[in-house]
């Protein structure tokens, strides 16, 4: 085991306001340091390779073919207007939705979003729920209830008095969804949410990942480094302060990914197209 060598200033501390003494930070002999106090970590030089060692070997034991999924059997692209006021919310239209393929399902009234990989191939889909005509609050029919739990097994706990907003069907994480602009590619803009993503691709000339959650695994941060993107920015939701600071910490110090938290009041699906470019372009001026 290494030895502390001496102490210094926590970075991670700073940004909060702690750490007013300046010695947080434990410094080893091998380079690495840690924090006892927020549990910033920062591996040696020595160890660095040994993490993009560890992270690739697990990432080429989990790439394999995805389980192919399907969609719901009365899909269709003519979307209801109420789902196209719902995209125009985000400053999407019928163009946008065409391009994306999204789709329709009047049987489970969801606004579905496909997910295919590099050969065009469907390996899942997430469905906003959209109550058309029915009463938010009524409980759902017999029938209608009956069905769904079929289709969505895990989502049983609950659909006592109404679906789930989001529902997903399919490893929607198998592969890592990234729309890609063409003039930065060494940028990447990471996300939680679809609509999040599809705002920054379309108002900026930025590529941009969509978690579907809030979780980078180091099997994903491998993957990234592996596409050739050495600068990332995570704009994650601002009640996730704490995870992007450790995830952003994790990507430079143990996978050398220059790497920036960028932090606002509202989600990136939130701000308009002006706003969203205004905050993507400042973030790329700060590299």
Not at 36 to 41: E, K, L, P, Q, V
Not at 111 to 117: A, K, W
Not at 149 to 164: A, F, H
Not at 188 to 202: G, Q
Request: proline fraction near 5%.
């Amino acid at each position: 085991m290494s030895k502390c060598i001496r102490h210094e200033a926590c970075p991670s501390c700073r940004k909060i306001g702690k750490d007013k003494h300046g010695d947080n930070l434990g410094i080893y002999e091998d380079g690495s340091k840690y924090c006892f106090s927020c549990g910033y970590t920062r591996r040696g030089k020595n160890t660095v390779s040994k993490a993009l060692e560890t992270a690739g070997k697990v990432f080429d034991e989990k790439v394999a073919l995805p389980h192919m999924v399907s969609l719901p059997p009365d899909c269709s692209p003519d979307l209801p207007r109420e789902a196209i006021e719902w995209l125009g919310k985000y400053g999407f239209n019928l163009s946008h939705a065409k391009r994306e393929k999204l789709l329709w399902t009047e049987f489970f009234r969801r606004l579905i979003f496909p997910i295919y990989d590099t050969d065009k191939n469907l390996i899942a889909w997430t469905g906003r729920y959209m109550p058309i005509g029915e009463s938010q609050g009524r409980s759902l029919e017999t029938p209608w209830k009956s069905a769904y739990r079929k289709l969505m097994t895990s989502q049983e706990t609950d659909i006592k008095n109404k679906p789930p907003k989001w529902y997903t069907s399919g490893d929607i994480r198998a592969i890592p969804y990234i729309k890609r602009n063409s003039r930065y590619n060494d940028i990447l803009f990471i996300v939680e949410d679809i609509i999040s993503c599809l705002n920054i691709y379309y108002n900026t000339e930025y590529d941009c990942l969509c978690l579907f959650g809030s979780s980078i695994p180091d099997t994903l941060i491998y993957n990234i480094k592996l596409q050739g993107y050495n600068k990332v920015v995570l704009w994650l939701d601002r009640d996730k302060y704490n995870e992007a600071n450790k995830y952003s910490d994790n990507m430079e110090y143990n996978f050398n990914i220059n790497s920036r938290e960028l932090y606002t009041f509202h989600d990136p699906k939130d701000y308009k197209a002006d706003d969203v470019r205004a905050y993507t372009s400042l973030e790329e001026r700060k590299f």
